[in-house]
């Protein structure tokens, strides 16, 4: 299954920016999607997670009030909202199509992984 992310770059501290990630319909529409980042040296960490309907979702604490993850199953689409943006958001971000149909952090409950996005924040 292919996924598609975009939106990354390169942004000023406080600044915003929105990722996409393009998913088959048939594999997204019904399922969780979630959001992972990876920073220079340090493990893959969960981000955001919103459930198949969009209808409930769930944030690591070092994005919460900032960060704001959405899906429209029309298009097929996840897509994560990065507002107030620290240096520390610096990372490569990834998108996931989740196994079942609820929001949740778990790396494993994801079978689909999409190839990474680079965000870099500048201070």
């Known amino acids: 299954v292919q996924l598609q992310a975009s939106g990354g770059g390169l942004v000023q501290a406080g600044g915003s920016l929105r990722l996409s990630c393009a998913a088959a319909?048939?594999?997204?529409?019904?399922?969780?999607m979630g959001w992972f980042r990876q920073a220079p040296g340090k493990e893959r960490e969960f981000v955001a997670s919103?459930?198949?309907?969009?209808?409930?979702?769930t944030y690591a604490d070092s994005v919460k009030g900032r960060f704001t993850i959405s899906k429209d199953n029309v298009k097929a689409t996840a897509y994560l909202q990065l507002d107030n943006i620290k240096p520390e958001d610096t990372a490569v971000y990834y998108c996931?199509?989740?196994?079942?149909?609820?929001?949740?952090?778990?790396?494993?409950?994801?079978?689909?992984w999409g190839r990474g996005d680079l965000v870099t924040v500048s201070s």
């Open positions: 319909k048939r594999t997204s529409t019904n399922n969780a």
């Open positions: 919103i459930s198949w309907n969009g209808g409930s979702a």
């Open positions: 996931a199509v989740g196994r079942r149909s609820w929001a949740t952090s778990a790396t494993s409950e994801y079978a689909y």
